[in-house]
């Protein structure tokens, strides 16, 4: 029997059950009254028309679910055999169930309703009694408790893969939430001290707060000091700001832009991590080519107090000046 034709006989058997009802109580209404048996007619017709619908639409549900294994459906296949052919029929239905099992076909919720089907068929159709004087086991009886023990060898993996699936869903659900707790704290860390200081706290650049015509004056006021070896430009500048600087730029002491780039942090124009950032992204040398790490960089600041007043004044003048343009 295919699906469709099971669930057309199933159909149709449940209509023929509904109508023979409905028409039992259509005969005994006659025999009381007539005017209560017209009602009942067109209630009748009402039931049954709204029975018919729904049964369309049961139709339709039923073509995409998987009746294979269901109760009603192994019955009506079997209605019409021995008892012989139906345990035959019982134990490739198992035979076929084990395999889809095996391959992990069959969800979890079903397995419990379907082994519960075929331990009450086997029990409504029971292996025959062999003859006293038989002493040969039936092959039948053999293969159907292989199958079973081999169905529930089957099940122990499928459970053992299953929980295995499950406990590992749980860990990496776990694992997933607690690297998102640890973003958040993260984030809030971030936020609340960059809503102290301004700045991230993990800088990537210098975070330069500083306008183009700032930037220029800097650069003007840099050349004029002579912080490195050479006149930089104002495009120069911006990419050294910003750690988009190719190369490192050469200063002729360390002291002046440990003291230039403190006091730009102290006003807030730049990260005040400005050494580490130096440092990380090689933003300097020391005028023998030495790369200036946040250590030198930091001696050097603690060390602008013997820088000559008139030098330091230069440089407190150039910042200010920076300040003032908009």
């Known amino acids: 029997m295919t699906k469709l034709e099971y669930i057309r006989a199933s159909h149709r058997e449940a209509n ?4 023979a ?3 039992g109580v259509q005969g005994r209404l006659d025999d009381r009254s007539r005017m209560l048996s017209w009602l009942w007619r067109v209630a009748a017709w009402l039931i049954y028309v709204v029975v018919r619908m729904f049964g369309g639409l049961a139709f339709v ?7 294979r294994y269901t109760l009603h459906f192994m019955e009506c296949e079997i209605d019409d055999k021995s008892p012989e052919e139906a345990r035959e029929y019982l134990i490739s239905r198992q035979q076929e169930y084990a395999r889809r099992l095996s391959y992990g076909s069959v969800p979890a919720k079903e ?19 062999p003859p006293a004087e038989e002493s040969a086991p039936d092959p039948a009886a ?3 408790a292989e199958i079973v023990g081999g169905l529930a060898e089957v099940k122990t993996a499928v459970d053992s893969v299953a929980s295995y699936t499950d406990r590992k869903d749980r860990e990496d659900t776990e694992q997933r939430e607690k690297e998102a707790a640890a973003l958040a704290a993260a984030e809030k860390r971030r936020e609340r001290h960059s809503s102290w200081t301004g700045f991230e706290p993990h800088p990537k650049d210098f975070s330069p707060k500083l306008s183009d015509a700032q930037i220029a004056v800097l650069t003007e006021r840099m050349n ?38 403190e006091e730009l942090s102290a006003e807030g124009l730049i990260t005040p991590k400005w050494q580490m950032v130096a440092d990380h992204k090689n933003c300097f040398t020391s005028k023998q080519g030495k790369p200036l790490t946040a250590k030198d960089l930091s001696a050097a600041k603690q060390t602008a ?22």
């Open 16 to 19: 023929r059950k509904i109508r």
């Open 21 to 23: 009802w409905l028409d």
């Open 61 to 67: 549900d039923a073509l995409f679910r998987d009746v």
């Open 224 to 261: 004029e000091i002579g912080v490195f070896k050479r006149d930089v430009t104002p495009a120069e500048i911006t990419r050294l700001l910003l750690c988009e600087h190719t190369e490192p730029l050469q200063v002729t002491h360390n002291k002046i832009i440990a003291m230039i780039f």
């Open 305 to 326: 107090a013997l820088m000559k007043d008139s030098k330091y004044a230069i440089i407190l003048a150039s910042i200010e000046a920076v300040k003032r343009v908009r």
């Open 111 to 129: 397995q419990k309703r379907i082994d519960n089907t075929f331990e009450y068929l086997f029990a409504k159709y029971p292996a025959p009694a």
């Open 142 to 144: 053999e293969r159907h």
